[in-house]
């Protein structure tokens, strides 16, 4: 122990699950807060990676609050941390069929997400699942995606093996769990079988990522070799991955899902914080992979969360709005999909235009005004509730996680040479969610534009129906070009629609004539 008391640091450290608190030494050497939270096993998310940026590692200093990442801690402070994440991960999926080995014991299927860790428990003998358990990741306070936790492994030098560390902890506790569940030992695990995205998997195994952080981006392995590698005793087994960014869960996917042995070309999308993809089918596919970044899952968002209690999920406008909270409280932040449908409301209603910029309150529709404020560049700050907002660079930061998705795809779609709707067409039947995905498409991308040549169609027709009084002198009327006067003056017609038709008589002619009807 080092013997320079300076270099240490005791804090009190509380949570609002837990009955008493519990003090916390660490050496410092004037680290700030979240990196002693880190050493100490607190999972506080961080979606910037502890740069300061997202304010997600936001907790309480004697009772103030302040972000983790930019406070050094003192002797004797108290620290609470926020309510830990209750939500509930789905996992649930129609299970595969049964396929009995002949083995006695039991045998694990990981899923290593970037933001979510799941664990299935089979039973060999049967071939079905035993048990099951989730967790959010524990990487989650070195950075919400993988580029932040490539980058904290090239900064710090403990960096891989704290990444590695954590997410090893997490899997062996959830899988302690899952064997609990089912009244079995460690020793009756014969095997685990692990698939996740390749930085994913390389970070699990204790391998080097940083050639991912830069072109040609070639990962150590690809994990077509085995690697020696166990867990509670049994063997690991890795999914191999297709490219540095294109992981085994990609492969485990299109096993799963039986495209890879059916003929035509589909298109398998797997979206989260990265969006990996793959078009083809049983001749082989084609396959990439785009930095959505971490907006569908709630993150680098200004109200942004995950799935948790008191995020919204889901946003109706029905004269007035309406929400979805899980777990049925107070809503106190957006998660992905509440995200999504706010968005396509707010384009829909003529909030959000066409371009994606966030209106302020004099420029939007009369009745969406009291929603609104202004930010300090002119743009729109649209108030859900009192404490869950949506700010112009939110709506970007959806923009850019939809445009990452649309490249991709249309980047595989040119590979093959195909058109989407050609790939719709492949089964000779519309897939049930095509509808669903043209209205997205709609409602995000075209509503707006849509809506507001609507509203000049409806000025229109309101002009053209405007009256012109029998005893008008079109002669008294300024800029009313000579022809057009003679025309009207000798046909006398009845509306302003009529007068566009008459021949002679030009657009601004009937522009000119509003403008003297209206004064």
């Given at each position: 122990?080092?013997?320079?008391?300076?270099?240490?640091?005791?804090?009190?450290?509380?949570?609002?699950?837990?009955?008493?608190?519990?003090?916390?030494?660490?050496?410092?050497?004037?680290?700030?807060?979240?990196?002693?939270?880190?050493?100490?096993?607190?999972?506080?998310?961080?979606?910037?990676?502890?740069?300061?940026?997202?304010?997600?590692?936001?907790?309480?200093?004697?009772?103030?609050?302040?972000?983790?990442?930019?406070?050094?801690?003192?002797?004797?402070?108290?620290?609470i941390l926020p309510p830990a994440a209750g939500g509930r991960i789905l996992t649930e999926t129609l299970d595969p069929p049964a396929a009995p080995t002949?083995?006695?014991?039991?045998?694990?299927?990981?899923?290593?997400?970037?933001?979510?860790?799941?664990?299935?428990?089979?039973?060999?003998?049967?071939?079905?699942?035993?048990?099951?358990?989730?967790?959010?990741?524990?990487?989650?306070?070195?950075?919400?995606?993988?580029?932040?936790?490539?980058?904290?492994?090239?900064?710090?030098?403990?960096?891989?093996?704290?990444?590695?560390?954590?997410?090893?902890?997490?899997?062996?506790?959830?899988?302690?769990?899952?064997?609990?569940?089912?009244?079995?030992?460690?020793?009756?695990?014969?095997?685990?079988?692990?698939?996740?995205?390749?930085?994913?998997?390389?970070?699990?195994?204790?391998?080097?990522?940083?050639?991912?952080?830069?072109?040609?981006?070639?990962?150590?392995?690809?994990?077509?070799?085995?690697?020696?590698?166990?867990?509670?005793?049994?063997?690991?087994?890795?999914?191999?991955?297709?490219?540095?960014?294109?992981?085994g869960d990609i492969t485990a996917g299109l096993l799963a899902s039986g495209l890879a042995d059916r003929a035509g070309r589909f298109l398998y999308l797997?979206?989260?914080?990265?969006?990996?993809?793959?078009?083809?089918?049983?001749?082989?596919?084609?396959?990439?992979?785009?930095?959505?970044g971490p907006a569908f899952e709630g993150a680098g968002v200004t109200c942004g969360m995950m799935g948790v209690d008191g995020a919204v999920s889901r946003?109706?406008?029905?004269?007035?709005?309406?929400?979805?909270?899980?777990?049925?409280?107070?809503?106190?932040?957006?998660?992905?999909?509440?995200?999504?449908?706010?968005?396509?409301?707010?384009?829909?209603?003529?909030?959000?235009?066409?371009?994606?910029?966030?209106?302020?309150?004099?420029?939007?529709?009369?009745?969406?005004?009291?929603?609104?404020?202004?930010?300090?560049?002119?743009?729109?700050?649209?108030?859900?509730?009192?404490?869950?907002?949506?700010?112009?660079?939110?709506?970007?930061?959806?923009?850019?996680?939809?445009?990452?998705?649309?490249?991709?795809?249309?980047?595989?779609?040119?590979?093959?040479?195909?058109?989407?709707?050609?790939?719709?067409?492949?089964?000779?039947?519309?897939?049930?969610?095509?509808?669903?995905?043209?209205?997205?498409?709609?409602?995000?991308?075209?509503?707006?534009?849509?809506?507001?040549?609507?509203?000049?169609?409806?000025?229109?027709?309101?002009?053209?129906?405007?009256?012109?009084?029998?005893?008008?002198?079109?002669?008294?009327?300024?800029?009313?070009?000579?022809?057009?006067?003679?025309?009207?003056?000798?046909?006398?017609?009845?509306?302003?629609?009529?007068?566009?038709?008459?021949?002679?008589?030009?657009?601004?002619?009937?522009?000119?004539?509003?403008?003297?009807?209206?004064?």
């Open positions: 122990m080092d013997n320079n008391t300076n270099n240490w640091k005791e804090f009190t450290l509380g949570n609002p699950q837990e009955e008493q608190p519990r003090r916390v030494a660490k050496r410092s050497k004037r680290k700030p807060l979240l990196a002693l939270l880190r050493r100490a096993g607190c999972t506080l998310p961080a979606a910037c990676g502890g740069h300061g940026r997202c304010g997600k590692c936001r907790v309480s200093v004697n009772g103030v609050p302040r972000l983790a990442c930019r406070v050094v801690p003192e002797d004797g402070d108290e620290v002949g083995e006695s014991g039991c045998a694990a299927a990981v899923d290593l997400g970037t933001t979510t860790v799941a664990v299935r428990l089979y039973d060999l003998t049967t071939g079905r699942v035993a048990a099951a358990c989730a967790g959010w990741n524990a990487q989650a306070a070195y950075g919400a995606d993988v580029i932040s936790r490539i980058q904290y492994t090239r900064e710090q030098p403990d960096g891989l093996s704290a990444l590695s560390g954590c997410i090893r902890a997490q899997v062996e506790s959830l899988l302690t769990q899952a064997l609990a569940q089912t009244n079995r030992e460690a020793r009756e695990l014969k095997r685990v079988v692990l698939a996740g995205n390749t930085v994913m998997q390389l970070l699990f195994a204790g391998i080097s990522v940083e050639s991912l952080a830069a072109a040609s981006f070639r990962a150590e392995t690809l994990f077509r070799q085995p690697v020696q590698d166990a867990l509670l005793g049994a063997p690991v087994h890795y999914l191999p991955c297709a490219a540095g960014y294109v992981g797997d979206i989260g914080t990265n969006g990996e993809m793959a078009l083809g089918g049983r001749d082989g596919f084609t396959c990439c992979a785009v930095a959505c946003v109706r406008y029905n004269g007035k709005f309406e929400m979805n909270v899980i777990g049925g409280g107070a809503a106190t932040g957006l998660c992905g999909s509440g995200l999504i449908d706010l968005a396509a409301i707010l384009v829909r209603q003529g909030v959000i235009d066409e371009t994606g910029r966030l209106l302020p309150p004099e420029e939007v529709p009369e009745r969406m005004r009291a929603f609104l404020t202004r930010d300090e560049n002119g743009n729109g700050v649209f108030h859900l509730t009192d404490r869950v907002y949506l700010t112009a660079g939110d709506v970007r930061s959806l923009q850019l996680a939809k445009a990452a998705v649309a490249a991709g795809v249309q980047v595989l779609l040119a590979q093959q040479g195909i058109t989407l709707a050609e790939l719709c067409a492949l089964e000779g039947r519309e897939p049930p969610d095509a509808f669903v995905a043209r209205r997205a498409e709609i409602e995000i991308k075209y509503e707006g534009y849509i809506q507001k040549q609507l509203a000049e169609v409806a000025r229109q027709s309101a002009a053209e129906r405007r009256r012109i009084p029998p005893d008008i002198d079109y002669t008294q009327i300024r800029g009313l070009r000579t022809e057009a006067v003679q025309k009207l003056t000798a046909l006398r017609p009845e509306t302003v629609g009529r007068a566009s038709r008459v021949s002679g008589v030009s657009p601004a002619d009937i522009a000119v004539l509003l403008l003297y009807l209206k004064g």
